[in-house]
């Protein structure tokens, strides 16, 4: 999948400590804040073709985050409601 750019994003995550700019693009993202005051931050990425067809047939969508662990995450669909952990 690829990022894409989403009209709500309003900041750009660049490349973390210690990992050359030539080795991670920018991520374009949307800074939010849950009705709970828990904040969040969201990306919109674009399966490609081969990707929707393996989806759609059952494939599993794989996070991948760079480091020895990450914040609790959730992974959705623009426009189909989801309720944060």
Do not use: K
């Not at 800074?31 to 059952?58: K, L």
């Not at 609790?72 to 623009?78: A, E, L, N, Q, T």
């Amino acid at each position: 999948m690829r990022p894409t750019q989403h009209p709500s994003n309003n900041d750009v995550l660049g490349a973390p400590p210690g990992v050359p700019i030539e080795q991670c693009r920018p991520l374009y993202i949307t800074r939010v804040m849950f009705d709970s005051g828990i904040p969040a931050v969201w990306s919109y990425w674009e399966p490609s073709p081969e990707e929707r067809a393996a989806i759609a047939a059952g494939a599993p969508v794989r996070f991948s985050c760079w480091g020895m662990s990450h914040p609790p995450v959730s992974i959705g669909v623009d426009g189909v409601e989801d309720r944060p952990w």
